[in-house]
């Protein structure tokens, strides 16, 4: 059975940077919520995107992002 990467270091950096930047982006309205939470999650579903699992019943992704909820 494959499993899942392990999060190293040098990911999660990129992953910090790159939520840093969003809100610098998202606060000199660059982009809007929307787009802000669409980079966001993409981020964060990066490091998943290389993982393919064996089999249907190995899948603990979900397979459409959950929905967003409005933040203040």
């Known amino acids: 059975m494959k499993e899942k990467p392990q999060r190293d270091e040098s990911t999660h950096d990129i992953i910090m940077d790159v939520v840093r930047y969003a809100f610098i982006l998202k606060r000199a309205s660059i ?14 579903d ?10 249907e019943t190995d899948s603990d992704l979900p397979d459409q992002p959950p929905p967003a909820t409005d933040s203040p």
Do not use: Q
């Not at 982009?31 to 964060?44: K, V």
């Open 46 to 55: 990066w490091p998943k995107l290389n993982y393919e699992p064996e089999s």
């Open 31 to 44: 982009i809007d919520h929307d787009g802000f939470e669409e980079l966001i999650r993409t981020t964060i």
